[in-house]
């Protein structure tokens, strides 16, 4: 009888393997491999011409430490992701509280906001550049009737301005994702909570404040996640909006790597600059988890 459950369990066992095999490959191929690739080659130069490398040891890190660009790049990365996050997880709250609501003609509503999220990123890059182009784009041209801009000026001639027109349209893309799982979150909400807080008198701010968003906060610890992940390291719309100009204002880490990577042909040190990246990703994210661990521990 023994004999018969450990070929059972055996079997299973063989099974399991068999169906986690294709995700296990997958994993190594495309993940462990590049990660292992990008640390390997932050430690040597490489001849762009002939392929040939030369381990250096830490150099390359030693170069970005010391590099003139450093700060600011930075400071443009959290300026970028900061407010990126602040402008989607606010907008994308008033959208799902918005689209929560049962009455003719949402359906259509929320097809039309989840758009910018379906739209390819050239697509939605030549759409604002179109609105902020200085001789005719609506916006710009509404800016300068207004007194804001030069005649013919772009806001994307402008340092703070290029810099809050990106952040806006990462906004405009990257608000639909938080609105619809925000909406998941609202539709599983027991009504009944609503209830008892209207019999105990609540107003609609205070169910808003003790009942919706004591709902929403686990899916907010794992859209932080989410989101600060992507936009930290999402490079598209940047570049195709403004390259990383004008002056620089616009450059922030993922453009660096491109730029030390794909135009200098600086292999090793392009991969300490996304080896840094990756590092410093995970060192927001434990700081983060150790906060909400901390913070989860001291509710009552």
Same mark, same amino acid.
């Given at each position: 009888m023994s004999n018969a459950a450990n070929a059972a369990a055996r079997g299973r066992a063989f099974t399991g393997l068999a169906f986690a095999t294709p995700a296990i490959l997958f994993m190594a191929v495309f993940v462990a491999y590049p990660v292992w690739e990008a640390i390997r080659l932050s430690f040597v130069a490489v001849d762009a011409f002939t392929g040939a490398e030369k381990f250096v040891g830490f150099r390359n890190y030693q170069e970005l430490a010391n590099a003139p660009k450093l700060w600011p790049v930075l400071v443009n990365t959290g300026i970028w992701t900061f407010w990126s996050l602040i402008g989607q997880f606010g907008l994308g709250l008033i959208a799902a509280l918005a689209i929560n609501r049962d009455i003719p003609g949402m359906g259509a509503i929320r097809s039309i906001l989840l758009l910018p999220y379906v739209v390819p990123v050239i697509a939605l890059a030549l759409f604002w550049r179109w609105m902020l182009d200085g001789s005719f784009g609506i916006v710009a041209v509404s800016f300068q009737d207004m007194g804001l801009l030069a005649p013919d000026q772009s806001p994307l001639a402008l340092p703070s301005g290029a810099m809050w027109s990106v952040i806006l349209a990462n906004i405009w893309r990257g608000f639909p994702f938080v609105m619809i799982s925000y909406w998941a979150a609202l539709q599983a909400i027991p009504p009944e909570q609503y209830e008892a807080a209207q019999v105990d008198g609540a107003t609609t701010m205070q169910q808003f404040r003790f009942v919706t968003l004591p709902n929403l906060w686990?899916?907010?610890?794992?859209?932080?996640?989410?989101?600060?992940?992507? !936009?930290? !390291?999402? @490079?598209?719309?940047?570049?195709?909006? !403004?390259?990383?100009?004008?002056?620089?204002?616009?450059?922030?880490?993922?453009?660096?790597?491109?730029?030390? !990577?794909?135009?200098? @042909?600086? @292999?090793?040190?392009?991969? =300490?600059?996304?080896?840094?990246?990756?590092?410093?990703?995970?060192?927001?994210? =434990?700081?983060?988890?150790l906060v909400i661990r901390a913070t989860s521990g001291a509710r009552p």
């Open positions: 686990n899916v907010t610890k794992v859209l932080l996640v989410l989101r600060f992940i992507w !936009t930290v !390291t999402f @490079f598209d719309i940047i570049w195709l909006i !403004t390259k990383g100009g004008p002056a620089g204002s616009t450059e922030h880490w993922p453009i660096w790597i491109y730029q030390e !990577t794909m135009g200098f @042909f600086r @292999f090793g040190y392009g991969s =300490a600059l996304a080896v840094s990246l990756g590092v410093m990703i995970l060192v927001v994210i =434990a700081i983060y988890g």
